[in-house]
């Protein structure tokens, strides 16, 4: 935890002018209306960490709540696993800000029993969703940065994820039903928020957990993000920016192969149906199917075999192939059909 003591002005007149008047409280309220459709989001719920893209929410937050416009009545909610020895000290640290800045705050307590990551990322949502349906507002939202998404894509690219994943964390999405999950800030940077911060003079807590080495993100963090910020400085918001555009790409592909190649637990085709289509069409199709009805993930995929069913179906050669691609799932491809079959027993 930085040092300084956090400002108490009691309303957006304790809020210094220069941070009222900062750019990046003007570029969150564009990240509220593009993941809001241009709606004014009313009643909002903050995830507040503690750390410095969080609490930049909530400072820009509480200075939008008297927007003339665009208003968010935002309440703090800061979600306490017990797992770490600083974590009381955050929890009081993310009270004391809020109530320097008269927004409303609680902590919801998490009592987790198997202690993995997946567990506390599905209870710290489902409490974040309870707060909301408690203060009848039907949005969340989180201080997700342009380093968040670039590390998000880094990890699929790493696994080999298909459009979808290289599209990274959407920028609003379902939490619960009623219930929106927005990320107003995918395309700031951790510096900019780290700006805001220091121009309101409200401190952070720094979580030692993002630069621990022995997890995929703290190594992403710690020895893979420097490397490439050096080599193009500004890279984590030019990648958040791409996202954006992927995201329409991947969503304007599973349209079509949605249309050609119907459920994702479809197991057979015609080959007739689909071999004029562009490999990479045929490709996405039949991975769409494999990752739906196997027990397998995308780094377990033999892209190599996927890709060589896929150009086999457009060629002329009407003997039976089989392409094995994993975790016993094999494309066959006979002269007019395309089936995905499981070998039993194998894995």
Known sequence: MEQEPPQTGASNDGIPLKARRHQLVHEIELGFRRACGGEEPGPVVLAVSGGRDSIALLIASAILREHDTFAILPRVVHVHHHLRP??????????????????????????LVEGTPEEAR??????????????????????????????TILAALGRGAGPAGLAGMPRSRELKKGIGLVRPMLGISRQEAAELCHAAEITWCDDPG??????????????????????????????????DLQSIAATALEGLVASIFGKPN??????????????????SGLRRSLLSVGDIGSDRLSHKA?????????????HRRCFEVGSGLTIILEARKIRIEKIPGDS
């Open 86 to 111: 600083e974590a009381d000290d955050e929890a009081s640290h993310v009270l004391a800000v809020a109530a320097s800045l008269d927004v409303p705050a609680e902590v919801r307590d998490l009592q």
């Open 122 to 151: 599905r209870l710290r949502y489902d409490a974040l969703a309870s707060a909301a349906l408690d203060c009848r507002s039907s949005l969340v939202a989180t201080g997700h940065h342009a380093e968040d998404q670039l590390e």
């Open 210 to 243: 993002n630069v621990d080495i022995n997890t995929q993100r703290g190594r992403l963090r710690s020895d893979v993000l420097p490397v490439l910020e050096n080599m193009w400085p500004g890279v984590a918001a030019r990648v958040a920016a791409t996202a």
């Open 266 to 283: 479809c197991t057979e085709w015609s080959r007739g149906d689909v071999s004029g289509l562009p490999v990479a069409v045929i490709a």
């Open 306 to 318: 996927l890709f060589s069913a896929a150009e086999a179906v457009g060629d002329h050669r009407e």
